[in-house]
């Protein structure tokens, strides 16, 4: 907790950036996209080097880097199928299944399926996967893939509505479509949001997060989330601008909270992509300036707003009692550490791991 507010990570991976984990040119491509966010978005004292950044990150270090080194309280753990780019799809379906059964009150965990694979393979996986992890509560996928460039639609009667049937029949609560950020040198137009509002109108039953909500088509997903009361803004990348472009993060949560209101807004970063701690007390200070206020016709951010932000938004999103999650989690091995050791440095727990069998992480 920060401030006394619940958080809830609503998005964290242990990514496998190990050389030998890389497809081809579009994954190396989107493996230096991803450092060079990392290393000019986090702040000094929160940055791997290149080494620990390329390599094969454990659901351990993940944990250390949420529970302890940060003020984070429960994360969802999202399997990727990034399979055009990545041998394990960047965060392997095996990663999940150990974060959510190896520390089952901190880790929510997101199945995964490539809808560009065909539907009869999705639903196959599909099943296959919550039946691994029954208590999964969201299904996460991608728009497009590459060599050869393929993509899909959120909103295709034919694949995507048959998939979120079987994703609803099995009680998943939420649907997490990447958006706004192309991975590496793509076609754009997979990356826009309007295919979000067929499906959500369809499905008013389910919920839709849209991902990397606000790095582009910003006023088209603050319509969204006006419109669509299941619409959801995942800030998850979005959230570093607090850190590295502080007056566009303030504009793109202001227009955000001008057409969807503060219920609409769910925190996250993709940790261990970036460490949760310097986003959590920079935003604790976060505030709307007088001349947002005045510009954009929105009122200054109350503590209740922020606590909606930080977990309350996401627990009802995926119906998680947040006072039974509180209960749970008061004395594990994470609560006793941080109440009786300092803080860790960001990454620390990494660090020790990586520097201590470096070869083991990165072939």
Sequence with gaps: ???????INAVAHAYNLEPANIRNRPGQLL??????????WSPPHARM?????????TVDALAQALFVESDVDIAATHTLRLDSYFGDGLAAREKTVEAATKYPDRFLAYVGVDPTAGLDTCLRELDEQMAELPQAVGLKMYPAQVEPDRSWRLDDPDLAFPLIERAMAHGLKTVAIHKAAPLGPVPMNPYRIDDVDGA??????????????GLAFTRETSLALARFPNVYANLEVTSLLLLKAPQMFEEVMADFIMWGGPDKIIFSDGAMFAH??????AFSEFQFSEE??????????????????LGLNYARVVNLDVEAAKAKISD???SVARRTRPRPEPYAAWKDEFASAPARFRR
């Design 31 to 40: 493996c230096d996209m991803l450092w060079g966010l990392h290393e000019s």
């Design 1 to 7: 907790m920060i401030d006394g507010n619940f958080v």
């Design 276 to 281: 949760t701690q310097p986003f959590l007390e």
């Design 292 to 309: 947002t206020c005045a510009r954009m016709g929105v009122e200054p951010l109350t503590r209740e707003d922020k606590a909606k932000i």
């Design 49 to 57: 080097t290149l080494e620990e950044f390329t390599s094969d990150w």
């Design 332 to 334: 594990d091995q994470f």
């Design 200 to 213: 959500a109108g369809r499905y008013p039953e389910m919920n839709f997060e849209i991902i990397h909500a």
